[in-house]
């Protein structure tokens, strides 16, 4: 809460940090973060209880040092991580390890099959399991700083590397134009309403791959757009990256880490509406984590050294505006609300939308402050963290500006405000639109400022 406080004082400020030294050290840890069986499931608006583990949920940790200058970037299997939780781990890594939180990075692989976590949502949860959410959301932050202490022990010289692949028949844009002239989010397969989608997907695989000096394999982080709702059912599962990682580790050896983060997926599924061949599972979650994992064995023969281990990060707090209620409005949103769990319960949208009215009622008018984060190794890659589900328009748009070759865009890190659609999509309306804290042109906000922080630090790298 120390860092939250320290940064809504600073609501239009950018931070830059400067790292100075090479070269490069890399250290890599993984901690089961699984809870017990009995906890409230995430992803989904209605209670489930997990009923066990199918593969166990992990917060990784890569640690990046040059010289005296350290960052930490982390990845929970986990639906999302609130601005609260972040911060508290943070400032407990920042305690245990003295890598300063501007220079931390931690986000939610976003799978639909981890712990509920969103305090709105459990307010209507039965007692026990409510109780065993909230005392595993305390826990969480010093397993994140275990991974984290366990990468920073782990530093070891290694070298960087860096390449593009391209993979474009995984994902779907999930968002369609129907006949009726409205707009609708996975409107069903094989649904005769059609005419087109709204947009397309962002093909990338972007891969930052670390090994030592003799070759030995330490790391591959590797990330796409593409949202991880593939499994469904009652057991933790980290969904298509658990087979990415199984399978990277079984060709590269044990030793080497797969992290993986999802880019601007916050539009895009691996929904297929042009069959009616059903996609929901452990079967359809390993085809997908296969099919990307040989994408990435491929990219592998493409790696570009990173020849400089100069790291730098920036940071700013973006105040978006929010939209305005009633007190009526409210009142109605509380007693849609009320009904989550429900065994008969209220509409999908009219949830949704309640949900949404309560969350922005709570600011009384104030903005969401909304942190981008960039960090940079060399002139190569660069990591840009954004806090909610962002559309793959955004992330492209951040991408084709960049003076960085290699942009990873990591949504759903340090935070999350939710959806956050583009100006046009919340003109369309659908579920994401209806689901957005923030009023329309947020989005547009977090990429210029995404923008300008990189080509500053791209400016900053001619001045060494």
């Known amino acids: 809460m120390l860092l939250r406080a320290a940064l809504a004082l600073l609501p239009a400020l950018s931070m830059v940090l400067p790292l100075w030294a090479e070269p490069l050290r890399v250290g890599r840890a993984a901690v089961k973060i699984t809870p017990a069986a009995g906890i409230p499931m995430a992803g989904y608006y209605s209670f489930r209880l997990s009923e066990g583990t199918h593969d166990d949920l992990f917060a990784k940790a890569l640690v990046l040092e040059s010289g005296d200058a350290k960052v930490a970037l982390v990845a929970c299997d986990l639906v999302d991580i609130d601005e609260a939780l972040a911060a508290s781990a943070r400032e407990a890594v920042h305690a245990a390890t ?3 939180p501007a ?7 976003h799978s639909h099959t981890g712990p509920l976590l969103n305090r709105r949502f459990l307010a209507t949860a039965p007692a026990a399991p409510k109780k065993l959410a909230e005392q595993y959301r305390a826990a969480l932050p010093q397993r994140i700083v275990e991974t984290v202490r366990l990468a920073d022990q782990s530093l070891t010289p290694a070298r960087a590397w860096t390449a593009t692949g391209r993979e474009e028949s995984l ?15 996975n409107p069903g397969k094989m649904n005769p309403d059609i005419v087109q989608p709204m947009g397309s997907i962002d093909p990338d695989v972007a891969l930052a791959y670390f090994d030592s000096p003799e070759g030995r394999p330490l790391s591959a982080y590797v990330n796409f757009a593409l949202h991880l709702d593939t499994v469904g059912g009652a057991q933790f599962s980290a969904d298509y990256p658990y087979t990415l990682a199984k399978l990277l580790a079984k060709l590269k050896g044990p030793e080497m880490l797969t992290i993986f983060t999802i880019g601007a997926a916050g539009n ?7 069959h009616k061949e059903p996609q929901k599972g452990h079967l359809e979650a390993q085809r997908i ?13 493409k790696l570009k050294p990173a020849t400089s281990a100069l790291l730098q990060s920036a940071q700013e707090i973006v105040p978006l505006p ?15 609300a009320a009904q989550f769990g429900a065994a008969k319960p ?4 009219d949830l949704v939308h309640a949900m949404k009215v309560l969350d922005v009622a709570e600011r009384k008018g104030e903005p969401l402050a909304a942190e981008v984060q960039v960090i940079t190794l060399g002139d190569q890659i660069a990591w840009v963290a954004l806090p909610g589900e962002i559309f793959v328009e955004l992330g492209v748009a951040i991408k084709k500006a960049s003076p960085f070759p290699q942009t990873i ?24 639109a209806t689901s957005a804290r923030a009023a329309p042109g947020g989005g547009e906000l977090l990429a210029e400022t995404a923008i300008r922080l990189l080509a500053l630090l791209h400016r900053n790298l001619k001045l060494q």
């Not at 220079?103 to 692989?109: D, G, H, L």
């Not at 929010?322 to 849609?336: L, Q």
């Not at 340090?414 to 994401?432: D, F, L, Q, R």
């Open 98 to 100: 003295g890598i300063v």
């Open 103 to 109: 220079r931390i990075m931690i986000s939610a692989t």
């Open 171 to 185: 994902g779907f844009y999930r968002r369609f134009l129907m006949k009726d002239g409205t707009v609708r989010f």
């Open 268 to 274: 895009i599924n691996h929904i297929d509406v042009s």
């Open 289 to 301: 984590g296969t099919v990307l994992a040989g994408e990435v064995l491929k990219t592998m023969a």
């Open 322 to 336: 929010i939209p305005s209620y009633t007190a009526a409005e409210r009142a109605d949103a509380a007693k849609v």
């Open 346 to 349: 209220p509409p999908f949208l």
């Open 409 to 432: 865009i990591v949504e759903l890190a340090n935070g999350s405000v939710s959806y956050v659609p583009t100006k046009k999509a919340y003109a369309e309306g659908a579920y994401e």
